[in-house]
């Protein structure tokens, strides 16, 4: 099958001068459309998995498609970087103009989009993230909530199919990551394809799908559900889980014999209160 979206085919990289490899040979697809969200610990080589994406690292060994073409054909760099945007973690180092923008407008200006075209574009992509009214602000005078949303419309402006993200939130205050987690969530609803990684489990909870790296291979993919009830697994690699699954887990060994798959607070309270024998909380109010 050669159709999926992005296809990795046992990738390998080893940084030059690094002891180990930093991937180990890792088989993904991803599917059009989807929200993929990637855990594991520091290290692990999620970053180094997201670089993939879109050629800012090419394999040592294996082979990156997206849309079925190979990440090391040259001729399908620009084409691919217009295809897959990343957003890191620092806004800063992400700002490359002194007007919010212009700077959104940077990207697709390289990619010489016609100026009406552009300012389409910008308009919509900084509506997208709510940033339209500080379009002629100086992106060094915003929050990092609204550095990071701004980053975010850069890459939208191009019109990728695929939005990479390495842990957008990572540098934000409560606020700051409240913001970006409600953009993330209406650029979902465009349908485009999104690659998140974090470290915070309440931001994986709604995935299509979770992938758990360790030591530079697939520990575990799966729906978010499925993923979290491998609880023992997950702590035997020093992983660990929402803390609905914590308290699921820990009233097990108690006893009870409740779904770890309730990842939300509802749902938590939900399974708690029907083996207490209470049925759901709606019918014991
Ligand atoms: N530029 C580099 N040169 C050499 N080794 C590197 C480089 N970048 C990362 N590494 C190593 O590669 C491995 C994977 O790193 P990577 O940054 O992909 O992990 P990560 O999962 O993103 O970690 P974190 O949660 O800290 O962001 C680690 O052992 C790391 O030390
Ligand atoms: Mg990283």
């Known amino acids: 099958m050669n159709d999926a979206f992005i296809r990795l085919e046992q990738v390998h990289y080893h940084y030059p001068d690094a002891p180990a490899e930093a991937l180990r040979g890792v088989d993904l697809e991803i599917a059009r459309g989807s929200f993929v969200a990637v855990l594991g610990h520091n290290g692990s080589g999620k970053s180094t998995l997201a670089k993939h994406l879109n050629a800012i690292l090419l394999p040592t060994a294996g082979r990156v498609l997206v849309n079925g ?8 760099l620009l084409e691919l970087r217009r295809t897959v945007g990343m957003v890191f973690q620092n806004p800063d180092n992400q700002m490359v103009a002194n007007v919010v923008e212009d700077d959104v407008a940077f990207a697709p200006e390289n990619l010489g989009v016609p100026p009406a075209e552009i300012r389409r574009r ?9 940033m339209y009214a500080f379009r002629l602000h100086a992106p060094h005078m915003l929050s990092g909530g609204q550095k990071q949303r701004v980053a975010i419309a850069g890459v939208i402006a191009m019109e990728p199919q695929c939005i990479v993200l390495d842990e957008p939130t990572a540098m934000l205050d409560p606020a700051g990551r409240r913001e970006v987690l409600a953009a993330m969530e209406k650029l979902r609803r465009t349908g485009i394809t999104i690659v998140l990684i974090t470290h915070h489990m309440d931001e994986v909870v709604d995935a299509d799908r979770l992938i758990v790296m360790s030591q530079g291979r697939i520990l575990a993919d799966g729906k978010p559900p499925q993923v979290f009830s491998q609880v023992e697994e997950l702590k035997a690699h020093a992983l660990s889980v929402p803390a609905t699954t914590e308290l699921l887990y820990r009233l097990n060994h108690r006893g009870f014999s409740l779904p770890l798959g309730a990842l939300s607070v509802d749902a938590c309270a939900d399974a708690i209160a029907a083996a207490l024998g209470r049925g759901s909380r709606d019918t014991a109010r």
């Open 69 to 76: 073409r190979d990440t090391a054909d040259e001729d399908g």
């Open 122 to 130: 910008v308009d919509a992509a900084l509506e997208q993230v709510g």
